[in-house]
T-cell receptor, first 112, second 110 residues
Framework: SAVISQKPSRDICQRGTSLTIQCQVD?????MFWYRQQPGQSLTLIAT?????????ESGFVIDKFPISRPNLTFSTLTVSNMSPEDSSIYLC?????????FGPGTRLLVL | AQRVTQPEKLLSVFKGAPVELKCNYS??????LFWYVQYSRQRLQLLLR??SRESIKGFTADLNKGETSFHLKKPFAQEEDSAMYYC????????????FGQGTTLQVKP
């Protein structure tokens, strides 16, 4: 299995500001992903974090709003830029190893 | 289009009763199906995957390609089974990404 940690675990932010969420995996994973879980909703994939290159974004998500970095095989960051109350969600990082995806505990974001 | 449908938002049963959480999918190729579970205040974790054909915590799920279903079953529910359950589809081995259903909250009453 893979152990995934995220920082911060939660935050309250003002609209117009940006927040960077960090994701650390305890050992190498082949792929890393970022998901969003809005209140009362299921998980929606934001993007695939690619090591050393630009992330691959899903429809409805853009790099300017959600810049992602993955400098190595065990670390990734997601930035939520120019936040609005609609960005209030849980953001989850996941890593894939041997055909199984493991999830971090999530970052609970509230934008006022 | 790739889609996962869990028609029940909430399923409430008594302890010892059988449980079936429904999952239907839409995918044109050969899918990999998973069940993930999230207990209260815990992270999302893999419960089982169809290719393993295993039973975890008494739960089983069989992939029915004819009905495009992957229902999760347990013959006798326990209170500790109360959680949110997500069905997920992995549609392409090249991308690795998962598509999740809306989730079903299972409530097992004493």
């Amino acid at each position: 299995s893979a152990v995934i940690s995220q920082k911060p675990s939660r935050d309250i932010c003002q609209r117009g500001t940006s927040l960077t969420i960090q994701c650390q995996v305890d050992s190498q994973v082949t792929m890393m992903f970022w998901y969003r879980q809005q209140p009362g909703q299921s998980l929606t994939l934001i993007a695939t974090a690619n090591q050393g290159s630009e992330a691959t974004y899903e429809s409805g998500f853009v790099i300017d709003k959600f810049p992602i970095s993955r400098p190595n095989l065990t670390f990734s960051t997601l930035t939520v830029s120019n936040m609005s109350p609609e960005d209030s969600s849980i953001y989850l990082c996941s890593g894939r190893r041997t055909e199984t995806q493991y999830f971090g505990p999530g970052t609970r974001l509230l934008v006022l | 289009a790739q889609r996962v449908t869990q028609p029940e938002k909430l399923l409430s049963v008594f302890k010892g009763a059988p449980v079936e959480l429904k999952c239907n999918y839409s995918y044109s190729g050969s899918p990999e199906l998973f069940w993930y579970v999230q207990y209260s205040r815990q992270r999302l974790q893999l419960l089982l995957r169809h290719i393993s054909r295993e039973s975890i915590k008494g739960f089983t799920a069989d992939l029915n390609k004819g009905e495009t279903s992957f229902h999760l079953k347990k013959p006798f529910a326990q209170e500790e089974d109360s959680a949110m359950y997500y069905c997920a589809l992995h549609g392409s081995s090249n991308t690795g990404k998962l598509i999740f259903g809306q989730g079903t909250t299972l409530q097992v009453k004493p």
